[in-house]
């Protein structure tokens, strides 16, 4: 089976996990420049500031902001459409609230995007990948303060104007949704900055954050649209299906809610207005926010023009015994394991079914192109000799993951854009700090502790995800 021949296939990284560099040319400190490595399952340690005698993965990451372009010749030898970044939004402006962006920084990605054109590599760009200036934490808690949108929008506007005529596909916030996982405090602080205090009601403040960050979002679009229609601006959600973990009524209802609950902010995105029972729900619980008319007017004024979504696992959910509110959704106490699927070595469920489960109900509900934007598995690769790596449980979960992609394009008629695995190249894990946790084509020397040439080697999945793109997905 093929897809079509302008299909945009690539890979993806984000700034902070690949670029390193962290305080070269201007760069001010940004939220991934304070969190430490952790084991497997641990979450990341957010230090105070960056403490002498800790190991911060992210200060060198994989120095893709030097090696860039070695690096890019690689994808473009891959034969990479387009390649998905991040603009890590404290090389732009340092601190977040100045009043001009910094010039030194805005260059590089300049140098960046023209090396991708050399080899005709669309690059697709994510305005917020995991990081925001750290200065925005500390002066003002992140995305819990309008100042924060505002400071984004300016950003974002900065970059948008700047790069227009280089970058025609763009993502607003990634993962947007992983805010409802609020109870970690590992994914509030990537997602928006903030970090929950004793006492307060944790996802009474990640909906805070989380409107603040749709407006700003859509304000972005609607800049965006005027300034040149040409561009393309999509949102960007984790494609996590939720299933019942039975057919018990009750089990069914709480996945649908879960579904709700994950996906409100893609409805909100696409559709420009949030879904009838969050407002309800929100009202329900009592939580005080600041929503104000204006921001629902322009919800309506930036809907995006595509919507682009990780694909990594699908999860199962139940009902608890005697649970009646079924307007609770806690992904960190709401999911149970299920035993259909298998699971990675970081315990992620592997499901490429679910894909086409994802792209179909994306379909049906947003009536919008879709993009994959990240889709892979986090393995431990072994070097063998003369720099070999035969990462071939790499290329099984790509293939099968491609195989369903291709039936929902070819059998259901999904719009399908394009394709971007995750990663293009090896990087620093974003959950774990970890760069034993690999999903690159490209293997990277560098070890967990920072030791490591960085030297880069082309695994087996290199030269077979060459020849499918070669083949236009016909030959897995
Ligand atoms: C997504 C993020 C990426 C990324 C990937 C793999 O959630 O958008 O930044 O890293 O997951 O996750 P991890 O690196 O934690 O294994």
């Not at 505002?150 to 900065?158: G, R």
Request: charged share 25%; hydrophobic share 35%; aromatic share 14%.
């Amino acid at each position: 089976m093929q897809v079509p021949k302008n299909f945009l296939w690539g890979g993806a990284i984000a700034a902070h996990q690949a670029e390193g560099a962290y305080n070269v040319d201007g760069k001010g400190l940004s939220v991934a420049d304070v969190m430490t490595a952790a084991g497997n399952f641990d979450e990341r340690r957010i230090t105070d500031g960056v403490k002498t005698g800790e190991f911060y993965p992210n200060h060198e990451g994989v120095d893709f902001y030097h090696q860039y372009p070695g690096d890019v010749k690689l994808f473009a030898e891959m034969g990479f459409k387009c390649f998905r970044t991040s603009i890590a939004w404290s090389r732009i402006f340092p601190q977040g609230d100045e009043d001009e962006p910094n010039e030194a920084g805005l260059k590089f990605y300049d140098r960046l995007f023209d090396e991708c054109h050399k080899y005709n590599i669309e690059p697709v760009v994510t305005l917020s990948h995991f990081e925001m200036p750290y200065h925005l934490v500390t002066e003002y808690g992140g995305f819990r303060s309008r100042k924060v949108l505002d400071a984004f929008v300016k950003f974002a506007k900065v970059v948008i104007d700047r790069y227009q005529h280089k970058v025609k596909y763009w993502l607003t916030f990634n993962e947007i949704n992983n805010q409802t996982n609020y109870d970690r405090a590992f994914t509030l602080f990537t997602n928006s900055g903030v970090q929950v205090h004793e006492g307060e009601n944790a996802e009474a403040v990640m909906y805070q954050a989380a409107h603040y960050e749709v407006v700003a979002s859509a304000q972005v679009v609607a800049f965006a649209h005027q300034l040149n229609p040409d561009l393309l601006v999509g949102a960007m959600v984790a494609f996590s299906p939720v299933y019942p973990a039975t057919d018990k009524p009750d089990d069914v209802l709480k996945a649908q809610r879960a579904m709700q609950a994950r996906f409100w902010f893609s409805d909100v995105q696409v559709e420009g207005r949030y879904p009838s029972w969050l407002r309800k729900y929100q009202a329900a619980k009592k939580f005080d926010l600041d929503i104000t008319d204006e921001d629902l007017a322009s919800l309506k004024k930036g809907r995006v023009d595509y919507l682009g979504f990780s694909y990594y696992m699908s999860f199962a959910t139940a009902a608890k015994p005697d649970e009646d509110d079924y307007y609770s959704y806690n992904e960190a106490k709401d999911l149970v394991t299920n035993k259909f699927v298998p699971q990675s070595d970081w315990g992620w469920q592997v499901d490429p079914k679910g894909l086409r489960y994802a792209l179909n109900w994306m379909n049906d509900r947003y009536h919008l192109p879709l993009f994959i934007v990240e889709n892979g598995i986090g393995a431990i690769d072994q070097m063998e000799a003369n720099h070999q790596v035969h990462d071939n449980y790499r290329i099984k979960y790509l293939r099968d993951h491609i195989k369903q992609m291709e039936l929902a394009i070819n059998d259901d008629g999904v719009d399908v854009m394009g394709y971007t695995p995750w990663s293009a190249i090896d990087i620093v894990s974003a959950s774990t700090g970890q760069l034993s946790k690999r999903y690159g084509f490209i293997y990277v020397d560098r070890n967990d502790d920072g030791s490591g040439s960085l030297k880069r080697y082309r695994k087996d999945s290199f030269y077979w995800y060459q020849k499918v793109i070669s083949t236009h997905g016909e030959d897995l």
